[in-house]
């Protein structure tokens, strides 16, 4: 389920030792009807959560492992029936605890539908951060490749030319319409997948008449557990302590990244997700605030009918054990009053389908109506019991059924909506937010008007005719424009590159810039990951998750929004194919150079030094490298994308006066946002401490601090005073140890080693979103500055002694943009409160020892981009000599 923030914060981390089950040998599975023998998945081997870390990141969107749109190969014929591969049962396999089934049995179970039934057919879509396979189980009647072949045009028809495929005679009456049923992408909500096993045993072996008719005219799509690793560990979170339901944006996790390739694949015309646990059964649309970019008017009809129809059929099926919703109370009960739970109906605020970051509020981009579902047994103890498990699983089930039966009896007009919302985008057409005014001409089932809220549930949207990611001086990094770019062809956002220098608004962009020209048909999914996004604040009390979340604001490039959808194309642009790439080294050159303002270019730095070339790092943020051994500067800009250039005789000049980088071990206390963010830019020697560790340590001079040049402070650092591990951390910062980290918590560690004085000041903790900041031109931010921030809260900084530097502050005037942060109690915890206060501090003592505090929240999910890029700056800055 969906949680609170306060319940679903996520945990501290922790270095696993469980053991994992390795990724399987790739094998090529070819589609084909017949099948040999499963073969044995390898041994087991075990992997820490800093390796999973290091593995994930480095398959991860933007560098070079990301999955692009349409990266899935889907069959050719249908049934594609591969060997799959068997996996060993775990110790200690949670699913133990309520009898459901275990990943291992999956295998088997689904290889013994194949061999049973040519309806059936499986294929892997991916694999967890430890290496098992998620699959994708396709129910249908058998298609020849030709069948299949007209399919998938179809299907690309609807999308990219929704005119013409809305007066297409032959799709109407030939297309198999998709319907997508996934689970457990939490892995502790278990029973999903049970549910889903049993429905596709039904589909596949029964021999009633409707169910043939069923399968020849639709595709039923099954994704069995999205995070195979957290249902063994009985966790809700992967196995790197991510939950892959906040991530569908970021895509820090493989999991999250399959059911976005698998999302833009299928294409589906009605998704739901099935989740735990919420002591009655609910079944989404959300309630307010919805999100802008959505076409509300096609989307909400549906889902609140299948909403209902799923009610109905719950209800009347009576299920032993099942809870039902009172909705004079708000509260689950025994008796049968005839309810579930809707939020849409039920819920007026907290269970929104705001951001996009939810599997259910993602899918709806690619033209779906789509669902959470949450079953009503909650757990005892680590796990729902076996009886409770049974109840959830027969809930699921009939869910399912359906979900199923309503798309089965409503596709022709639910396919008429898809289509019309890929040809509002491919038409540009302006976005007109769905008013009360507008409610009674919506077409379609009707009882949802009933409930749609009197306050405007979803504001208006300008949408722009296009985002232009510039190139050359005009961009603040290169490293980070490629990589937003590569972040939106991973979700199948349309792409092109000015083919000459154009001048737009006032503004000139070079050739080879971005454009993101809106007329395209996932323009909602577009907006909404390029647009800053609205101070929804004053809408409703408290909001599910996060509340803002733009790519365009917190990713580090430069990103200009242009015109207006109904203006001219953005000059002549030519669709981009591939990620970009501007890799090179000049040859004959003693000293290179490059611009080092972003996530890729910090990795690559690391890199460097992590193989002893000699680099400089100079005060305008260019970095100078001794070729040395050249095949290592040229595997660098391979592997990172870094565009080299000879190293002018200025810079040269500068080198006695510059700063010679070492290769830093940075110890770090805080969770596994810390972790992974540290890993991400290429931070590889790192050693985690803990309070009681340093304590435990001192007397022996193992305190993890030894070696440490840098501590990175995430999380409470806190030893008594006159303490051994006090004393021992004193120690190291008079001999030049510096701090630095982000929060309260780490101004309080800078304090207390006297690197910094004042007072700092934590914002209602629930207040999330982007904030305008101002970089001091003195700043070591300065060399490449930018002016917005996430926050998660905010934290801001007052009374600075002597010797405390305002590296960046919050915007005097109006410091909150985007999201939603309400003050509570006397008003001192909201955004006015932080006006003009220093969101980020600096200090230095006599020993040279430096410490740098954010009260930003550079490191969250590693979402921020452009955050990840200004604690690396200060963590250089904070070890630099000069």
């Known amino acids: 389920m969906k949680l609170p923030r306060t319940v679903a914060v996520l945990g501290t981390l922790t270095l696993l030792a469980t053991t994992f089950v390795t990724a399987a040998a790739a094998d090529d599975r070819q589609d084909r009807q017949g099948r040999g023998p499963e073969r044995d998945a390898p041994a ?70 194949m061999d049973s039934s040519d309806r059936v057919s499986t294929q892997v879509v991916g694999r967890s951060t430890a290496g098992r396979d998620l699959y994708l189980v396709t129910v249908t009647a058998p298609e020849s490749r030709r069948e299949t072949a007209r399919q998938t045009g179809w299907r690309e028809e609807i999308r990219t030319s929704p005119e013409r495929a809305a007066a297409d005679r032959r799709l109407a009456e030939g297309y198999k319409t998709p319907l997508w049923i996934s689970a457990n992408i939490h892995g502790n909500e278990w029973e999903g997948t049970d549910a889903a096993m049993q429905v596709i045993d039904e589909l596949a072996t029964s021999d009633d008449p409707a169910t043939a008719a069923l ?37 820090a996790t493989p999991e999250s990244r399959s059911f976005v390739a698998t999302a833009q694949a299928l294409q589906p015309l009605y998704a739901a ?35 209902r129809q799923v009610e109905d059929d719950v209800v009347a099926a009576q299920i032993p054990g099942n809870t039902y919703y009172d909705p004079a109370t708000d509260e689950a009960v025994d008796e049968n009053t005839g309810f579930i739970k809707i939020p849409y109906r039920d819920t007026p605020s907290g269970w929104d389908d705001y951001p996009p970051i939810f599997t259910a509020q993602y899918a709806a981009f690619h033209g779906a109506t789509t669902s959470t579902v949450e079953l009503p047994k909650g757990r ?114 349309e792409v092109g590159t000015l083919t000459r220098a154009t001048r737009v608004g006032g503004a000139t962009y070079p050739r080879g810039s971005f454009v993101v020209d809106l007329h395209q048909p996932l323009r909602g999914l577009a ?143 805080g969770s596994q946002d810390d972790l992974l963010s540290l890993t991400e830019l290429g931070f590889d020697d790192l050693v985690r401490v803990t309070a009681a560790g340093i304590e435990a340590g001192a007397a022996t001079g193992t305190t993890g601090l030894e070696d440490a040049d840098v501590l990175w402070v995430g999380s409470s650092l806190t030893l008594p005073a006159g303490s051994a591990g006090r004393e021992a951390v004193q120690g190291w910062v008079d001999d030049g140890g510096s701090v630095v980290g982000r929060t309260a918590a780490a101004f309080a560690v800078a304090e207390t080693y006297g690197l910094v004085e004042g007072s700092a000041v934590t914002g209602n903790r629930s207040g999330n979103g982007i904030v305008d900041v101002d970089t001091a031109r003195s700043s070591f931010l300065s060399a490449h500055p930018q002016d917005q921030a996430f926050v998660y ?40 409160a932080a006006a003009g206060h220093a969101a980020v501090v600096s200090g230095e003592a006599e020993s040279g020892a430096r410490a740098v505090v954010f009260g930003t929240s550079v490191f969250f999910r590693t979402h921020p981009k452009g955050g990840l890029g200004q604690a690396a700056q200060a963590l250089f800055w904070a070890t630099s000599d000069a």
Not at 231 to 241: E, I, K, Q, V, Y
């Open 215 to 251: 399968l020849e005219d639709h595709r039923l799509y099954f994704s069995l557990t999205l995070n195979p690793d957290g249902r063994t560990l009985g966790t809700r979170a992967t196995s790197l302590s991510l939950d892959a339901n906040r991530d569908m944006i970021t895509g």
């Open 44 to 113: 087991a081997g075990a992997a820490s959560f800093a390796d999973l870390a290091r593995t994930a990141q480095r398959s991860g969107p933007g560098h070079g492992g990301g999955t692009t749109g349409g990266a899935i190969d889907m069959p050719r014929a249908y049934p594609s029936q591969p060997d799959l591969t068997v996996y060993p049962p775990a110790d200690d396999d949670a699913t133990d605890l309520n009898g459901t089934i275990s990943y291992a049995e999956i295998a088997p179970r689904l290889t013994a539908l």
């Open 527 to 669: 907006n909404a990951l390029l647009d800053l996004g609205t101070d929804i604040s004053a809408k409703v009390p408290s909001m599910y998750d996060i509340s803002a979340w733009s790519l365009s604001s917190l990713w580090g490039a430069t990103v200009d929004s242009v015109g207006s959808t109904t203006d001219r194309p953005v000059g002549k642009v030519v669709p981009l194919r591939g990620e970009p790439s501007d890799t090179r080294v000049p040859r004959g050159a003693r000293h290179v150079a490059f611009d080092v303002a972003g996530v890729e270019d910090y990795r690559a730095l690391n890199a460097l030094l992590e193989e002893d070339v000699p680099v400089w790092l100079l005060d305008d943020g260019r970095a100078v490298v001794g070729r040395g051994d050249g095949r290592t500067v040229r595997e660098v800009a391979r592997e990172h994308d870094v565009p080299f250039e000879a190293a002018t005789r200025q810079e040269l000049r500068r080198l006695d006066e510059a700063a010679e980088l070492d290769d830093l071990t940075v110890a770090y206390a």
């Open 380 to 493: 005892t103890g680590p796990a729902t019991t076996p009886e409770d498990a049974v109840i959830n699983t027969a809930v699921a089930k009939q869910t399912m059924t359906s979900m199923i039966d309503y798309v089965a009896g409503h596709h022709d007009a639910m396919l008429d909506d898809q289509i019309e919302a890929f040809r509002r985008g491919v038409a540009g057409e302006p976005k007109d937010a769905l008013t009360v005014d507008d409610v009674a001409a919506v077409p379609g089932p009707d009882e949802w008007k009933q409930h749609w809220d009197v306050v405007d549930d979803q504001d208006p949207v300008d949408l722009p005719r296009a985002y232009v990611i510039p190139v050359g001086d005009g961009q603040r990094s290169a490293a980070d424009a490629e990589a937003l770019v590569d972040q939106l062809l991973f979700h199948g956002i």
């Open 793 to 832: 809260p905010a934290t801001w900084f007052t009374d600075l002694g002597e010797g405390t530097t305002a590296e960046q502050s919050y915007d005097a005037d109006r410091p909150f943009l985007a999201g939603h942060w309400t003050p509570s109690g006397a008003g001192s915890d909201g955004p006015d």
């Open 273 to 307: 997700d099935f989740h735990g646990y919420t002591d009655v059964l609910q079944v989404e649309p959300c309630g307010p605030p919805h999100g802008e970019n959505y076409e509300y008017d096609l989307f909400i009809p549906h889902g609140y009918a299948v909403a």
